[in-house]
């Protein structure tokens, strides 16, 4: 099991803050990282597939970024609405065939 | 719509039975997974299946089953000797194992008392 990191655990804002988290993994053999948002109730979504070093990918509001050589990829939101609320997991796959999961960073945003 | 149906969503078992999960997907993904969530964990892989009739262990096989005879069903038997059986439990599919975006179903809480 390859280790992923994610940081902050937990992060609290208010609507029309923008707001970045951090995903650590190893940084070599990298194939792909990916980022999901996973609201209660319902089923992880992916928002990012990211393979190349220097990536950076762009949703609406959420963006990430990806450095392969040094192993993290921040992922923003400008303007953070409640809607956002959710916890974000990142995933990092190395040659293998497994997607190795962070913990997840756990995001409630107030009115 | 297309999608992946995990059931049932809550089921509880006495410790010593055997339980099977359901998921099925109409996705038409030649890649299977299943996962496994505990509190304060991240996601851990319990098996995966490339294609029909074919499928490998994960982290965490150990007390699991499981059987790919059709293209779209992928279930898991949670066996007794599953030492730690009580977890959320999520399926998921993909286009193919080579890191193609992963769709999840919505997961089965199975609590065993």
Same mark, same amino acid.
């Given at each position: ?111 | ?50 294609? +029909?009739?074919?499928? #490998? =262990?994960?982290?965490? *096989?150990?007390?699991?089953?499981? !059987? ?9 038997? +949670?066996?007794?000797? #599953? =030492?730690?059986?009580? *977890?959320?439990?999520?399926?998921? !599919? ?20």
């Amino acid at each position: 099991i390859l280790n992923v990191e994610q940081s902050p655990q937990s992060l609290h804002v208010q609507e029309g803050d923008s707001t970045n988290f951090t995903c650590s993994f190893p940084s070599s053999n990298f194939y792909a990282l990916h980022w999901y948002r996973w609201e209660t109730a319902k089923s992880p979504e992916a928002l990012f597939v990211m393979t190349l070093n220097g990536d950076e990918k762009k949703k609406g509001r959420i963006s990430a970024t990806l450095n392969t050589k040094e192993g993290y990829s921040y992922l923003y939101i400008k303007g953070s609405q409640p809607e956002d609320s959710a916890t974000y997991l990142c995933a990092f796959r190395n040659s293998g065939y497994a997607l190795n999961f962070g913990k997840g960073t756990s995001l409630l945003v107030t009115p | 719509d297309g999608g992946i149906t995990q059931s049932p969503k809550y089921l509880f078992r006495k410790e010593g039975q055997n339980v099977t999960l359901s998921c099925e997907q109409n996705l038409n993904h030649d890649a299977m997974y299943w996962y496994r969530q505990d509190p304060g964990q991240g996601l851990r892989l319990i098996y995966y299946s490339q294609i +029909v009739n074919d499928f #490998q =262990k994960g982290d965490i *096989a150990e007390g699991y089953s499981v !059987s790919r005879e059709k293209k779209e069903s992928f279930p898991l038997t +949670v066996t007794s000797a #599953q =030492k730690n059986p009580t *977890a959320f439990y999520l399926c998921a !599919s993909s286009g193919d194992i080579f890191g193609n975006t992963i769709y999840f179903g919505e997961g089965s809480w199975l609590t065993v008392v």
